[in-house]
């Protein structure tokens, strides 16, 4: 979801149009001035409200023009600061001399008008990477409380082996049974499906990616874009296994990257 700032009615609805069009983008806010914008950014929209009272970027990025009445475009970004999680500003602006004013003010791009499908495009992609890259070091970063240790008995030729959760990675759906793969390279088939496995452990920081996988939240360490969609890392050994994102599990596993995990999974 993104935001674009004009005074111009032509201007703010080519903008709207531009952004509108890409894939990447899912929803477009279009504010007349500053004024209105900074409402928005603090809840006025209801979509917007929810994100804040969950620790998300009220928006994923705000497109501003420089020169308009009242608030001007780099005032806006000034009062910005204010706003946490903050979104990726870009400017877009028919001056350029503005430029090194804007990135000293953390603009993380800026864009010349009249501005031209491509070069959203590129700031588009721009804007996810890094914000990716954020979510993925404050996931990595993240300290917390331990959970009870809990350990699975799989039976395998009468004998009964205990798995610790610690040490699952991730965890595959098979039928009404479920493959866990472990930190040292081994899979074990348990009684029991991916839909209880993910309602269980969900305090544990097991989360859902695909109708097919449960992957351990602390130890994503990329997501990345491919032609299907996208795909998750665990680990970054050369043969760290890459896993597929579905489309319905894609939003849930951006927010929840962005919320730190909760667990201390020591050593894996």
């Known amino acids: 979801m993104v935001l674009a700032i004009d005074d111009e009615p032509n201007n703010l609805d080519e903008i709207g149009y531009l952004l509108d069009s890409n894939p990447r983008v899912r929803r477009v806010l279009l504010a007349g001035d500053a004024t209105e914008a900074l409402s928005i950014l603090r809840g006025a ?6 994100r804040l009272r969950n620790n998300i970027a009220p928006v994923d990025a705000v497109f501003a023009d420089i020169q308009m009445p009242g608030l001007s475009g780099m005032e806006l970004a ?3 600061v204010g706003v946490q999680p903050a979104p990726a500003l870009v400017f877009i602006t028919g001056f350029e001399e503005y ?11 800026y864009i010349v008008k009249p501005p031209r499908e491509d070069r959203i495009e590129r700031v588009l ?5 890094t914000q990716l890259t954020a979510q993925l070091e404050s996931a990595a970063a993240a300290v917390a409380e331990p959970v009870e240790e809990e350990v699975i008995p799989v039976e395998l030729a009468g004998t009964t082996k205990l798995i610790p959760r610690s ?5 595959e759906a098979q039928g009404d049974y479920a493959r866990l793969h472990t930190s040292d390279g081994s899979s074990h088939l348990v009684r029991i499906p991916l839909a209880q496995l993910e309602e269980k452990w969900a305090d544990a920081g097991f989360v859902r990616i695909h109708r ?18 996208y795909t998750v890392r665990l680990g970054n050994e050369a043969n760290a296994p890459e896993l597929p994102v579905s489309r319905r599990h894609t ?6 990257l962005v919320r730190a995990p909760k667990n201390n999974w020591g050593q894996r």
């Open 78 to 80: 000034r009062l910005m």
């Open 45 to 50: 929209d209801p979509e917007v409200h929810h």
């Open 212 to 229: 097919s996988y449960l992957v351990a939240l602390p130890l994503i360490t990329e997501l990345k874009m491919v032609s299907s969609g």
């Open 99 to 109: 430029a090194l004013g804007a990135y000293e003010l953390g603009a993380l791009d």
């Open 251 to 256: 939003r849930e596993l951006k927010d929840r």
């Open 167 to 171: 040490s699952v990675r991730w965890v």
């Open 125 to 129: 992609g721009l804007v996810e990477r």
